[in-house]
């Protein structure tokens, strides 16, 4: 084994010794002592009763657009997820021994919103029931009429671009959804919804309920949801103010329809105002947490912490505050863009770049032990029956995600790569984001890859330009935006991002092979489905379609005073700020710490 660099040491030893991060338990002092105190059904442990009243200020990365619609984008639902009901979502009461929170659940975990009941009586039918008590806001154009299963059977029409909107262009992105091959959505009558399918589609059932797209806007603002000032919906806030890169707010919804499933006779939302700051500079976030100008930052809205130094130096500061690790992904992790012939083709190249770069080391020492270097492929391992545990890869393609810079070598040369006169093989690039990205530790892999005579320029732009250069293709070499060892809702979402064309990875990839082995599993059910999926995401990882970078938790922070969150990162796919009616504010605490 190679000695490891010297340099990357003396990094590890400059930092601050490793912190150990608290569980969200803290010490708020014996004035809140007195209080009374209930057992939280989903974690066993002893919370302050839920109040009403307050505001929760939270923190959003700024978002490269002024809308709330999510047929446009899912990432629209961080700005109207408060207002917005959906079919499903998990259930908030459920046992966290048996789901994470982040973004897979299994199916004992989803379970209705909208839907009161729900039904497949065959392979091809849908049927849901929606609750007769639920009402849109009070406000033109609706006026708080009653949600219909017609306003519902419109959404999905929509998204979809059949029935009353045949001719027009389906959605972009919707990736569980748009591929279930719907022949009809059809309200029966005004509370029931029936889904007609033209041939089985596996998980049909998840994505239907769950879909980060399926949203129950009203029909009457379809055409005015361009501005975010316009969304309405059934959800237990209204929106109040939408100013563009500053704030959202909204106020509580008097008319909500929904108990706490935790504490069923408390009426959701419990506080009066929710308000986002928008805030995509992480020292700015830190700086309004230290300053007790917001409640909470992190991946409730993708606003996490993202280095490990400034979280430790935070919680040295500041022990009061709740920290909560959260990974789904590998955040670390890049795409090789290889739909041109160049050095990155060759499979031989991409495995030398892995086997340059020691994750180990990484792990150890930039990242204080936290990370998880063991490589994964794009099927995480909440998806049991799909996911490839590394130790059963077969030992031959092991070898290429170990440290071994000489071997890397050898396999340059082998590829046709000498080193030049200048000790140079060859030059390319790699674009992160400069808002999300760690770029200490791609600053590392530059490092590396300059010792096996790889030349990479790093580029960093901001969250709004880096997603215009991923969806429209305009980037070289490799990028952060690939979707490795995800616990996604549905494999559209991981597994589907390596095929010709996936928004999501900029079209990184062009490979028949897997495209045509993708479409055959579109089209399989049952456990042929999970076998020909397990079969392809190792596929992916014999191909190195990817740069495997660590599983590195980033950081939800907290007030201490901000009651009933447990790390919880969303409740089904893209509900991220649909968690915060869930929450609420210890008011005798927030007081005396102020």
Same mark, same amino acid.
């Not at 079919?87 to 909208?114: C, H, K, M």
């Not at 210890?586 to 710490?593: C, P, S, V, Y």
């Given at each position: 084994?190679?000695?490891? #660099?010297t340099?990357?040491?003396?990094?590890?030893?400059?930092?601050?010794?490793?912190?150990?991060?608290?569980?969200?338990?803290?010490?708020?002092?014996?004035?809140?002592?007195?209080?009374?105190?209930? %057992?939280?059904?989903?974690?066993?442990?002893?919370v302050?009763?839920p109040?009403?009243g307050?505001?929760?200020?939270?923190?959003?990365?700024?978002?490269?657009? !002024?809308?709330?619609?999510?047929?446009?984008?899912?990432?629209?639902?961080?700005?109207?997820g408060?207002?917005?009901?959906? &079919?499903?979502?998990?259930?908030?009461?459920? !046992?966290?021994?048996?789901s994470?929170?982040?973004?897979?659940?299994?199916?004992n975990?989803?379970? @209705?919103? *909208?839907a009161?009941?729900?039904?497949?009586?065959?392979?091809?039918?849908?049927?849901?029931t929606?609750? !007769?008590?639920?009402?849109?806001?009070?406000?033109?154009?609706?006026?708080?009429?009653?949600?219909?299963?017609?306003?519902?059977?419109?959404?999905? /029409?929509?998204? *979809?671009g059949?029935?009353?909107?045949a001719?027009q262009?389906?959605?972009?992105?919707?990736?569980? %959804?748009?591929?279930?091959?719907?022949?009809?959505?059809?309200?029966?009558?005004?509370?029931?919804?029936?889904?007609?399918?033209s041939?089985p589609?596996? =998980?049909?059932?998840?994505? &239907? #309920?769950d879909?980060?797209?399926?949203?129950?806007?009203?029909? /009457?603002?379809?055409?005015?949801?361009?501005?975010?000032?316009?969304?309405?919906?059934?959800?237990?806030?209204?929106?109040?103010?939408?100013?563009?890169? $500053?704030?959202?707010? #909204?106020?509580?919804?008097?008319?909500?329809?929904?108990?706490? /499933?935790?504490?069923?006779?408390?009426?959701?939302p419990?506080?009066?105002?929710?308000?986002?700051?928008?805030?995509?500079?992480?020292? $700015?976030?830190?700086?309004?947490?230290?300053?007790?100008?917001?409640?909470?930052?992190? =991946?409730?809205?993708?606003?996490?912490?993202?280095?490990?130094?400034?979280?430790?130096? *935070?919680?040295?500061?500041?022990? /009061?505050?709740?920290?909560?690790p959260i990974?789904?992904?590998?955040?670390?992790?890049?795409?090789?863009?290889?739909?041109?012939?160049?050095?990155?083709?060759?499979?031989?190249?991409?495995?030398?770049?892995?086997?340059?770069?020691?994750?180990?080391?990484?792990?150890?020492?930039?990242?204080?032990?936290?990370?998880?270097?063991?490589p994964?492929?794009?099927?995480?391992?909440?998806?049991?029956?799909?996911?490839?545990?590394f130790?059963?890869?077969?030992e031959?393609?092991?070898?290429?995600?170990?440290y071994?810079?000489?071997?890397?070598?050898?396999?340059?040369?082998?590829?046709?790569?000498?080193?030049g006169?200048?000790?140079t093989?060859?030059?390319?690039?790699?674009?992160?984001?400069?808002?999300?990205?760690?770029i200490?530790?791609?600053?590392?892999?530059?490092?590396?890859?300059?010792?096996?005579?790889?030349?990479?320029?790093?580029n960093?732009?901001?969250?709004?330009?880096?997603?215009?250069?991923?969806?429209?293709?305009?980037?070289?070499? &490799?990028t952060?935006?690939?979707?490795?060892?995800?616990?996604?809702?549905?494999? =559209?979402?991981?597994?589907?991002?390596?095929?010709?064309?996936?928004? #999501?990875?900029?079209?990184?990839f062009?490979?028949?092979?897997?495209?045509?082995?993708w479409?055959?599993?579109?089209?399989t059910t049952?456990?042929?489905?999970?076998?020909?999926?397990?079969?392809?995401?190792?596929?992916?990882?014999?191909?190195h379609?990817?740069?495997w970078?660590?599983?590195?938790?980033?950081?939800?922070?907290?007030?201490?005073w &901000?009651?009933?969150?447990? @790390?919880?990162?969303?409740?089904?796919?893209?509900?991220?700020?649909?968690?915060?009616?869930?929450?609420?504010?210890? @008011?005798q605490l927030?007081?005396?710490?102020n």
């Amino acid at each position: 084994m190679a000695v490891r #660099f010297t340099w990357i040491m003396a990094l590890a030893l400059a930092l601050v010794a490793t912190v150990t991060f608290a569980s969200g338990e803290s010490d708020t002092g014996a004035a809140s002592a007195e209080k009374e105190y209930v %057992t939280d059904p989903s974690t066993g442990k002893q919370v302050v009763k839920p109040e009403f009243g307050g505001t929760i200020t939270g923190a959003l990365l700024t978002r490269p657009y !002024d809308h709330g619609d999510t047929w446009i984008t899912h990432g629209a639902g961080l700005i109207a997820g408060p207002a917005m009901d959906k &079919l499903g979502q998990a259930n908030w009461a459920i !046992d966290r021994s048996l789901s994470p929170f982040t973004t897979y659940y299994p199916e004992n975990v989803v379970t @209705g919103l *909208l839907a009161e009941t729900w039904e497949n009586p065959d392979p091809l039918t849908y049927r849901y029931t929606i609750h !007769d008590n639920v009402f849109f806001h009070d406000k033109p154009p609706v006026n708080g009429r009653q949600l219909t299963a017609d306003d519902v059977a419109a959404n999905y /029409e929509r998204l *979809l671009g059949i029935g009353r909107f045949a001719g027009q262009e389906p959605a972009a992105h919707s990736w569980g %959804t748009k591929r279930i091959p719907m022949e009809s959505v059809t309200a029966i009558d005004n509370l029931t919804l029936e889904i007609k399918l033209s041939q089985p589609y596996a =998980d049909t059932a998840r994505s &239907l #309920f769950d879909d980060c797209h399926i949203r129950a806007y009203p029909p /009457e603002i379809f055409d005015s949801l361009h501005d975010a000032n316009s969304v309405i919906g059934t959800g237990p806030f209204i929106m109040d103010e939408f100013v563009s890169a $500053t704030s959202i707010t #909204f106020d509580k919804n008097p008319n909500y329809w929904r108990d706490d /499933e935790k504490f069923p006779g408390n009426r959701l939302p419990y506080v009066d105002r929710l308000v986002f700051l928008m805030m995509s500079d992480e020292a $700015t976030r830190v700086a309004a947490l230290r300053s007790r100008q917001i409640d909470i930052t992190g =991946d409730l809205g993708t606003s996490a912490i993202r280095s490990i130094s400034t979280v430790a130096d *935070l919680q040295e500061r500041h022990p /009061e505050m709740h920290y909560w690790p959260i990974s789904f992904r590998s955040e670390t992790s890049l795409a090789f863009k290889m739909v041109e012939a160049g050095p990155l083709s060759d499979v031989r190249v991409r495995r030398a770049m892995q086997m340059a770069i020691d994750i180990e080391a990484i792990s150890d020492n930039y990242y204080r032990g936290l990370a998880k270097p063991q490589p994964w492929g794009p099927i995480g391992p909440a998806w049991i029956g799909y996911h490839n545990p590394f130790d059963t890869w077969p030992e031959e393609l092991q070898q290429y995600w170990v440290y071994d810079p000489e071997g890397a070598e050898r396999l340059l040369d082998e590829a046709g790569y000498p080193r030049g006169d200048d000790g140079t093989r060859f030059r390319t690039s790699v674009t992160v984001n400069g808002d999300r990205s760690d770029i200490g530790y791609h600053e590392l892999q530059v490092g590396y890859w300059k010792e096996i005579g790889v030349e990479v320029e790093l580029n960093a732009p901001d969250n709004a330009s880096h997603i215009g250069q991923i969806s429209s293709g305009e980037w070289d070499g &490799l990028t952060w935006y690939v979707s490795v060892g995800a616990d996604y809702g549905n494999l =559209d979402g991981s597994l589907g991002g390596f095929r010709a064309g996936a928004s #999501f990875t900029g079209g990184a990839f062009n490979d028949p092979v897997f495209d045509a082995r993708w479409n055959e599993l579109q089209a399989t059910t049952g456990d042929e489905y999970r076998q020909m999926a397990k079969a392809l995401d190792l596929y992916v990882v014999e191909q190195h379609r990817y740069l495997w970078g660590p599983l590195v938790p980033s950081f939800t922070v907290s007030q201490p005073w &901000l009651a009933g969150y447990n @790390g919880e990162m969303q409740m089904g796919n893209c509900g991220w700020t649909e968690i915060y009616a869930r929450l609420w504010v210890d @008011g005798q605490l927030k007081d005396e710490m102020n």
